[in-house]
């Protein structure tokens, strides 16, 4: 009877979080989130294609995204600095107004300009992928305060569909759009949609949240920033704590590696057309991708969070070597349709289990900032590899450099069979399991 009752008592909340209105406005702010991130990566790489750009310098540029890597350097800025001129706005809507203005008048900027002037048009690709990801930084810090805990996962929900959403139009229609119009009119188009996620900040309310005030810059860099991190090495340890940190910086190479500027050519280089990439690729592969991040979420449940991973790791890696299939395609979409249904589905569980892992290692009490800290690191090196992808395809060919990502995650493999039995994960407790 006691479990009826929780379960018709369940229903009502689940229903009554979805139809909060901060649900619906993380909706709008994933979006915003969501919109500039192919647009200094993957998208752009297109048109530096097509507009003669060598493949080395293009997956330079387009690793300009590797900004999204180190946004954990000033996220304290974010917290402490109030903007005069947008005070009434409150401290995370006048940030997120800023940041929402500036990926739109970057991406208005790098229309006017186009590749034919590269030192600038780099510069601005550069200020976008900034301001994207401290968009980010202030679209998570409103998230967490403007909804109690049991409000988070209809939040989570509705925030990763607006975000998915953005995929879908700065891929996929970016690129059909691309088919039938210049790309400076495109991008254009793309800054124009962040005004409905403008409109809907002006129309959000501001978190209700007492800020601390401390009494000096030095008391607020150690509470802010010092002390999150000196809490994680006294649960886990000097030893223990880096060599948790390496292999988050590992495990997620073989993915991270292939988001870059190398897909792109790769795809045009074996007689796809833009078409077909964006309706396979950037609208089929997401969707497909989702039913992966559903399946990793059993795969926790029914494994736990340490097998799940491990399984994620591998298969995200392994999902590489599918594009050996499509060299020399010649333009064959069903083999691109298997290829991207397996890379994505095997991606999709990774990113999942490794939402859970980095969620089970943090400290309820710094969840933000050490959240920052890992979810930052987890792509950096995988964002290295795709800065020298082009000059390694160059140098030795695409099958190599599809090899070389698949066993990249070798490390982090027998990284893991060491951490296993030293890590104790319990939530916000975890902690290294000394005898």
Not at 9 to 27: E, G, Q, V, Y
Request: hydrophobic letters at 55%; one cysteine or more; proline letters at 4%.
């Amino acid at each position: 009877m006691k479990a009826k009752d929780s379960g018709a008592k369940a229903a009502p909340r689940i229903r009554d979080a979805f139809l909060h209105p901060s649900a619906w406005t993380m909706f709008f702010f994933g979006f915003a989130s969501g919109l500039p991130f192919l647009l200094v990566a993957g998208t752009l790489a297109y048109w530096l294609r097509e507009n003669g750009i060598t493949l080395k310098d293009i997956t330079m540029i387009a690793s300009a995204g590797m900004a999204y890597s180190f946004k954990f350097l000033w996220a304290p800025l974010v917290d402490r600095l109030r903007l005069p001129l947008l005070g009434r706005l409150g401290q995370r809507r006048s940030w997120l107004l800023l940041t929402q203005v500036l990926v739109m008048l970057g991406l208005m900027a790098m229309a006017s300009v186009t590749p034919s002037q590269l030192g600038l048009f780099v510069g601005l690709t550069l200020l976008v992928a900034v301001a994207g990801a401290t968009l980010d930084i202030v679209v998570d810090a409103y998230r967490i305060e403007i909804a109690p805990v049991e409000a988070q996962g209809a939040l989570v929900a509705t925030y990763s569909l607006g975000y998915r959403i953005a995929l879908i139009v700065t891929g996929a229609l970016a690129l059909v759009l691309a088919d039938h119009a210049v790309w400076p009119n495109v991008y254009r188009v793309m800054a124009a949609c962040m005004l409905i996620p403008v409109i809907t900040n002006l129309m959000a309310r501001e978190p209700e949240v007492l800020r601390i005030q401390v009494q000096s810059w030095s008391q607020g860099l150690r509470e802010g920033v010092v002390e999150p991190f000196a809490d994680f090495f006294r649960r886990f340890g000097g030893r223990v704590g880096l060599l948790i940190l390496l292999f988050i910086l590992l495990f997620k190479i073989s993915d991270q590696a292939l988001v870059g500027g190398i897909m792109g050519p790769f795809y045009l280089d074996q007689g796809f057309t833009k078409t077909e990439i964006a309706t396979i690729s950037k609208v089929y592969g997401i969707w497909v991708g989702i039913a992966g991040a559903f399946l990793g979420g059993i795969a926790v449940v029914r494994w736990g969070v340490e097998r799940a991973l491990l399984a994620g790791i591998v298969l995200g890696a392994l999902s590489n070597l599918m594009y050996l299939w499509l060299i020399g395609a010649n333009g064959n979409v069903g083999m691109l349709t298997l290829v991207i249904s397996a890379e994505n589905l095997a991606q999709g569980l990774l990113g999942t289990t490794a939402v859970a892992y980095l969620s089970a290692l943090v400290n309820q009490r710094y969840t933000a900032t050490q959240y920052a800290l890992f979810s930052s690191l987890i792509t950096l090196p995988g964002k290295v590899l795709g800065f020298y992808s082009g000059r390694i395809v160059e140098a030795v060919g695409y099958a190599p450099y599809f090899w070389i990502t698949t066993l990249a995650i070798v490390p982090a493999v027998i990284l893991f069979f060491w951490l296993l039995p030293r890590v104790k994960l319990d939530g916000g407790a975890a902690q290294a399991d000394t005898p």
